[in-house]
């Protein structure tokens, strides 16, 4: 057999950023990783764990019992002061004095033109202090929309070289970290976050992720980093087990709960309706806010395209970038033509995989308004065929909730 | 990496297994499917099918790859693995049983010296 693709490993992860070989950021788990076989791949400018062995049976874990996360390459920034509510509010779309104590938020930062700079999770810790947690490929993006105080009385620090991200994932998530926490794990909300130690190392639990399944991420310093990693945890041979789990099993994980990757669905080529995130903006808070007139104009239309969700017939994966087409049929006789040249095309993917979980080609894309429907059937070409495939609804996996 | 000593192989990463009246079972190694990583598509010729050696009969799709399998020998495609619709993953976890991708029948039984032994196929797979 002969290998004729190797696809790009980090596209699928939405990554563009090339570094030179001595330049990446260093994850304070590298050498975690490397003791457990981790296959370590460039990401956004760090080194970080693709998968360990099998990235289905991660994927699985995480779906079945429970697994481990490192997300250290992802961005903390922090803003406080007595005007850090309304400060924020003139920066991201929703209404982010409105977070309780102790709550969080998934929200966008948007450009002035109404495009998407930034989806991000903003956590209330204090009254006045926000902990904001940012995509790796935008921790300089963000770091610079938050350098200028606009008259405010705030200060926004960039904080991710302190601190180190570890996400525990899974339906078992909660009975392992609640056997670590000095104290006893607080009854949390979906989208809280709380002050805690674990074997008396100060930490932040939250109850968030990206997975689609119950779980929790957990802030640290990254001195204490390795010590988190190793108490959560445990070999294989237990019920309780967790397993390790890469950035491959994450964006599978993702994609089954239709999340959305920036750098794939979300980018400065879209605006939050047609990306399906509308709801995230509140054009009834108090303050004006960065995009404001241009969204505002744009959230009576119906968009000219659209990110839906799609299923392929045959199985075969349609990955990010391939076109979708309309479902018309080719003149009997005619090739199909290259990607630039089918007058068919309507839109083009920005995820796409088998579903470990589903056992089905799933996949995200943008399509023309026309052709957004559910039901409706399309075509996607991969390579020099045409898959047949339909609009389903997003997400395609939503966990059972006990 | 298990390289069973009943089999026949290419410097490809295919294996084949001599049948009956010369049918010939096709499948792809163990340190091929390792190679590849989690396999999540297989494309199956069509039953019926004539093939020469070296035409492509299956494209096997991994989460990062996507590899064409080569028919080693020449003739008619007579069973498929259709198995791996469903479960493409057999040939991650069980490549030289229910891993297979298609059975061929030829004229002639298949010449052994044409393909590598066991020993020859550990050999360069550990180049």
Not at chain 1, 280 to 308: I, M, Q, R
Not at chain 2, 49 to 65: F, L, P, Q, R
Not at chain 2, 95 to 116: N, R
Request: net charge negative.
């Amino acid at each position: 057999m002969g290998l004729f693709i190797i696809l790009n490993q980090h596209t699928s992860l939405g990554e563009h950023i090339k570094v030179i070989e001595n330049g990446y950021m260093h994850s304070p788990l590298e050498s975690f990783h490397i003791a457990h076989h981790a296959k370590m791949v460039p990401f956004a400018g760090w080194l970080m764990p693709l998968s360990y062995e099998s990235e289905r049976t991660e994927h699985t874990a995480v779906r079945s019992k429970a697994a481990l996360f490192d997300l250290s390459h992802m961005g903390e920034i922090v803003v406080e002061g007595k005007e850090a509510s309304s400060y924020l509010n003139y920066h991201l779309v929703s209404d982010i004095g409105s977070i309780e104590v102790g709550r969080a938020k998934y929200t966008l930062c948007c450009e002035p033109d109404g495009s998407v700079l930034e989806d991000l999770i903003v956590y209330r810790i204090e009254d006045n202090a926000y902990l904001l947690i940012v995509n790796a490929s935008n921790t300089h993006v963000m770091a610079e929309r938050f350098s200028g105080q606009h008259g405010f009385d705030v200060v926004a620090e960039n904080v991710s070289q302190k601190y180190a991200l570890i996400a525990l994932q899974g339906p078992l998530a909660l009975k392992i970290l609640g056997t670590l926490t000095d104290e006893a794990l607080p009854d949390m909300k979906y989208y809280s976050i709380v002050q805690i130690n674990i074997r008396g190392i100060q930490c932040y639990i939250a109850r968030t992720g990206y997975t689609g399944e119950d779980g929790f991420e957990i802030l640290c310093t990254v001195e204490s980093a390795e010590t988190i990693a190793e108490l959560l945890y445990s070999p294989y041979g237990n019920e309780e087990s967790v397993m390790l789990a890469g950035l491959a099993a994450r964006d599978s994980l993702r994609l089954e709960a239709g999340m959305a990757l920036y750098g794939n669905e979300l980018s400065r080529e879209v605006n939050p309706f047609e990306a399906g995130l509308g709801r995230l903006v509140a054009f009834s808070k108090p303050e004006t806010f960065v995009g404001k007139d241009a969204l505002y104009a744009l959230k009576d239309s119906e968009p000219e395209k659209s990110l839906v969700g799609f299923e392929v017939d045959s199985g075969r994966p349609a990955r990010h970038g391939y076109v979708v087409l309309s479902p018309d049929s080719l003149p009997a006789g005619d090739s199909i033509p290259k990607d630039d040249e089918d007058p068919r095309t309507v839109g083009v993917v920005t995820s796409g995989a088998v579903s470990p979980t589903l056992h089905k080609s799933i996949g995200m894309a943008y399509i023309q308004k026309d052709f957004c429907s559910e039901g409706q059937r399309i075509f996607i070409k991969v390579r020099d065929k045409q898959e047949s495939a339909k609009i389903v609804k997003l997400p395609f996996y939503t966990r059972k909730r006990v | 990496m298990s390289v069973p000593s009943n089999l026949h192989y290419t410097k490809d990463h295919e294996w084949l297994l001599p049948e009956d009246a010369n049918r010939t079972r096709v499948g792809i190694t163990d340190f091929a499917q390792k190679a590849l990583g989690d396999i999540v598509f297989v494309e199956l010729p069509a039953v019926g099918s004539d093939v020469a050696a070296g035409d492509v009969i299956a494209e096997v799709e991994s989460t990062k790859s996507v590899s064409e399998v080569y028919s080693p020998v020449s003739g008619k495609v007579v069973e498929v693995n259709e198995g791996l619709t469903a479960a493409p993953e057999s040939i991650n976890t069980d490549p030289y049983d229910k891993g297979w991708i298609c059975v061929i029948e030829s004229d002639a039984a298949i010449d052994p010296a044409e393909f590598l032994s066991p020993t020859d196929y550990s050999s360069i797979t550990q180049n």
